[in-house]
């Protein structure tokens, strides 16, 4: 190791030599004299330097060098920076919550500074209260501010409630982030779910999302269409440059080609969207799942009959079909320490725990049991024909029956064989159990289903596909799973088990998905 950074300082130290002109405020010598790295200091998380130099980006290994220069930190009380910003409702709840439940575990002190009403700052000090270890700053204001910041290199960490946009990850790549696309550059922290709701008294109870978008749309304008008050109705929806906001306009309104009216009432925090709603008895609004108050949630429906309510379990499972990941982005390079331990935190058991009496959907695997799956055999029966005879409804009966459904489902991108933000995140959860052991001893089943379009031994096949191109990607991932202590097989049922209405992009998107049994 001494002889390979030996060569990089000389390599180094032969480019960087060639152009003494260029504006320094620290200089790295190594600990013999002979090699000397001259830039502007762009971070240090404790053990490595980043260093900006006319021949691009440095990271340097503190242990080899000696920094002097006016931007050269203190190597003796160094305090860890970490700035976060994005999502308001991931910054004002979920993020405080997981830091404040990480710094209790590892014996920290912690205190919030408030700066402003969107800027507040975590101190997590020794165990005296002391000496401050590290500062987490947070900018709690949406998604696109989130991600405006992380491109700036003005954040460590962006929260959003949607994926990143081709553009911005194309600026992050220019500008040295790394390919923000990858799976390493994001995770999902956790699951939230884009709700309708309607005051108490208002007598509708369920739409479907064709409708929902026509609604937002100002192409219905009155309640006496679904069987309500004739009575205008009155839209409210989260602000315009919010995740959640921008979450709706890709689930809910691009697939059938419409655009929000601009008589919509936009609210930049939720809480505000759901007393609006609250108070007008012919309103209606999108609200985050995780704060739905008093409202009346509405149930999405089908022509065909199949009713999907948003809940704790079908968030989790994708089979409720506006959900909304919530993201945390980091750029391709080193974080403090201290950050990089809180992020495995936020993956661990008891994180979820945190999660979830947060008010958001965590992502630990459940159990469910046939039993309380009645409704999606109920399916299965219905839709049984001459394409699905009964000889396949009885195989995926005797199949099923004996395990249990994990809450770990996986569903692809429209229209593309890649999975979908949530379901890469899925391989990852499900990669890392297996690592542990948590199935050892057990069977693990990948079972592929499909939408009801074209034949439906094809579905079929397309369906195993899926199921096959999962189990790998699970099995590709766990890259520390014994594998001779559990099976791992695949099964697929195509089109005889339907989620919701395949007469429509969204619900046939609910349909195409890969499940985990287990016994």
């Known amino acids: 190791m001494n002889n390979l950074r030996a060569a990089v300082f000389a390599a180094l130290f032969l480019l960087i030599g060639a152009n003494a002109s260029y504006a320094q405020d620290v200089t790295l010598t190594s600990r013999d004299g002979a090699v000397e790295i001259t830039g502007t200091l762009l971070g240090f998380d404790g053990e490595f330097y980043r260093v900006e130099t006319v021949y691009g980006e440095l990271t340097v290994d503190g242990t080899g060098v000696l920094c002097t220069g006016p931007a050269c930190p203190s190597l003796i009380n160094y305090v860890a920076e970490v700035s976060v910003s994005g999502s308001a409702s991931m910054g004002e709840v979920l993020m405080p919550a997981l830091l404040e439940a990480f710094a209790l575990r590892n014996g920290y002190k912690v205190s919030r500074v408030s700066i402003s009403l969107t800027e507040f700052e975590y101190h997590l000090s020794d165990e005296t209260g002391q000496t401050v270890l590290a500062r987490f700053s947070f900018y709690a204001s949406n998604s696109d501010e989130g991600f405006a910041d992380l491109l700036a290199d003005e954040a460590d960490i962006a929260m959003s409630l949607r994926e990143?946009?081709?553009?911005?990850?194309?600026?992050?790549?220019?500008?040295?982030?790394?390919?923000?696309?990858?799976?390493?550059?994001?995770?999902?922290?956790?699951?939230?779910?884009?709700?309708?709701?309607?005051?108490?008294?208002?007598?509708?109870?369920?739409?479907?999302?064709?409708?929902?978008?026509?609604?937002?749309?100002?192409?219905?304008?009155?309640?006496?269409?679904?069987?309500?008050?004739?009575?205008?109705?009155?839209?409210?929806?989260?602000?315009?440059?919010?995740?959640?906001?921008?979450?709706?306009?890709?689930?809910?309104?691009?697939?059938?080609?419409?655009?929000?009216?601009?008589?919509?009432?936009?609210?930049?925090?939720?809480?505000?969207?759901?007393?609006?709603?609250?108070?007008?008895?012919?309103?209606?609004?999108?609200?985050?799942?995780?704060?739905?108050?008093?409202?009346?949630?509405?149930?999405?429906?089908?022509?065909?009959?199949?009713?999907?309510?948003?809940?704790?379990?079908?968030?989790?499972?994708?089979?409720?079909?506006?959900?909304?990941?919530?993201?945390?982005?980091?750029?391709?390079?080193?974080?403090?320490?201290?950050?990089?331990?809180?992020?495995?935190?936020?993956?661990?058991?008891?994180?979820?725990?945190?999660?979830?009496?947060?008010?958001?959907?965590?992502?630990?695997?459940?159990?469910?049991?046939?039993?309380?799956?009645?409704?999606?055999?109920?399916?299965?029966?219905?839709?049984?024909?001459d394409d699905i005879p009964l000889s396949e409804l009885q195989r995926m009966t005797n199949t099923l029956s004996p395990m249990k459904r994990l809450t770990t489902s996986f569903r692809f991108q429209t229209g593309k064989t890649q999975l979908d933000a949530q379901s890469r995140s899925n391989v990852q959860q499900l990669a890392r159990a297996l690592e542990a052991g948590l199935y050892d001893a057990r069977r693990l089943l990948f079972v592929g289903f499909s939408d009801g379009e074209g034949a439906a031994e094809g579905n079929r096949k397309i369906a195993l596909k899926r199921a096959e191109t999962v189990k790998a990607a699970v099995v590709a991932a766990a890259e520390t799973a014994n594998f001779e202590q559990l099976t791992l097989d695949v099964d697929a049922f195509g089109e005889a088990m339907p989620m919701a209405c395949d007469d429509s992009a969204w619900g046939r998107q609910v349909n195409r998905r890969v499940e985990v049994w287990v016994r």
């Open 164 to 385: 990143i946009r081709p553009d911005e990850a194309k600026r992050g790549f220019e500008a040295g982030l790394g390919d923000m696309t990858d799976t390493n550059r994001s995770r999902v922290l956790a699951l939230d779910g884009l709700v309708p709701v309607v005051s108490p008294g208002n007598p509708v109870r369920s739409l479907s999302p064709l409708q929902l978008a026509q609604v937002f749309a100002g192409q219905i304008d009155n309640w006496i269409e679904f069987g309500g008050p004739d009575a205008p109705i009155a839209l409210h929806l989260p602000a315009a440059n919010s995740g959640s906001s921008q979450a709706l306009e890709d689930q809910l309104m691009k697939p059938v080609d419409r655009e929000f009216s601009a008589e919509t009432v936009r609210h930049e925090k939720n809480l505000a969207l759901v007393s609006a709603v609250m108070r007008d008895p012919f309103a209606i609004g999108i609200a985050q799942f995780s704060e739905t108050g008093n409202t009346q949630r509405l149930n999405l429906t089908g022509t065909c009959g199949f009713s999907l309510a948003a809940s704790r379990r079908t968030i989790k499972t994708e089979d409720y079909p506006l959900t909304a990941p919530m993201f945390l982005y980091f750029p391709a390079r080193r974080l403090p320490k201290i950050a990089r331990e809180f992020l495995a935190y936020t993956r661990s058991p008891s994180a979820q725990i945190v999660i979830r009496r947060a008010g958001f959907v965590d992502q630990a695997a459940e159990e469910i049991p046939v039993n309380l799956q009645g409704d999606r055999f109920v399916s299965a029966i219905s839709v049984a024909g």
